[in-house]
Nanobody, 130 residues
Framework: QVTLKESGGGLVQAGESLRLSCVVT????????VGWFRQFPGKEPEFAAA????????LYADSVKGRFTISREDAKNTVYLQMSSLKPEDMAVYYC???????????????????????WGQGTEVIVSS
């Protein structure tokens, strides 16, 4: 069984940074691709970033490219999302998701979101004040 637990959300000022963490339980974490999605009020979760198994490939949504960095530390079963230059429009609930089927990040599944990625965490809220 795979479970995901996010942490690190909170209240920050616009322009500040925040690092989210996602701990994934499961004996084969290193074989999973892991991503971050964010959900704005009244909307479905949308893709933000993903990292392949072995960290040889990363993907970013245009809206976060250059400001957010995804990384993974397999020894700790953890994926991070370093967010810099935060804007009020980044305010959302951030979800961590994992899937071994798309671990190399090929195809469109990570961009398609919730119905296509198998395992999800409960989310952590990020609030950005202007």
């Amino acid at each position: 069984q795979v479970t995901l637990k996010e942490s690190g959300g909170g209240l920050v000022q616009a322009g500040e940074s925040l690092r989210l963490s996602c701990v994934v339980t499961g004996r084969t974490f290193e074989t999973y691709g892991v991503g971050w999605f964010r959900q704005f009020p009244g909307k479905e979760p949308e893709f933000a970033a993903a990292i392949s198994w072995g960290a040889f490939k990363t993907l970013y949504a245009d809206s976060v490219k250059g400001r957010f960095t995804i990384s993974r530390e397999d020894a700790k079963n953890t994926v991070y999302l370093q967010m810099s230059s935060l804007k009020p429009e980044d305010m959302a609930v951030y979800y961590c998701a994992a899937d071994s089927r798309y671990a190399d990040l090929t195809g469109d599944n990570w961009y398609l979101g919730k119905d296509y990625i198998e395992h999800w965490g409960q989310g952590t809220e990020v609030i950005v004040s202007s």
